[in-house]
């Protein structure tokens, strides 16, 4: 067994509203049926009575909005085309093939694993499959 840092995500009941329900659900089935190491993994989900829970996999380098913050706002040309968007073209020419669309993109859902790459996360109120 493989032991490897989670994130738990947790919407709670009480605070939704039936289009929050909605949102959460369609959030889940879009993540589950992503294959692709550009984006963020799923790893699981549950509920109990009180919240609706996400399981996925950790970015441990936080997200570009973060990053840019810590570099004062610049980061250097050669690095955001290598590092950022040329794996986010790619990551959205999946998503695209296989008719999932983001429609959110913003330095706040552009993450960062520990080795460094790329992912694309927060499929939730904005995406959708069709």
């Given at each position: 067994m493989t032991r490897r840092p989670l994130i738990l995500k947790g919407y709670m009941k009480a605070k939704m509203?039936?289009?929050?329900f909605h949102q959460v659900r369609r959030e889940i089935r879009l993540m589950q049926q992503i294959r692709y190491e550009g984006a963020v993994?799923?790893?699981?989900t549950f509920e109990d009575a009180g919240a609706i829970?996400?399981?996925q996999e950790v970015c441990a380098k936080g997200d570009l909005?973060?990053?840019l913050i810590r570099n004062g706002g610049m980061l250097d040309d050669?690095?955001?085309?290598a590092e950022v968007i040329l794996p986010l073209l790619l990551t959205l020419e999946h998503l695209h093939s296989v008719k999932i669309y983001h429609r959110d993109i913003k330095p706040e859902n552009i993450f960062f694993m520990k080795d460094g790459h790329m992912k694309l996360g927060d499929f939730g109120e904005r995406a959708?499959?069709?």
């Open positions: 509203t039936e289009r929050n993994k799923i790893q699981g829970y996400i399981v909005f973060k990053k050669k690095y955001v085309a959708f499959s069709g």
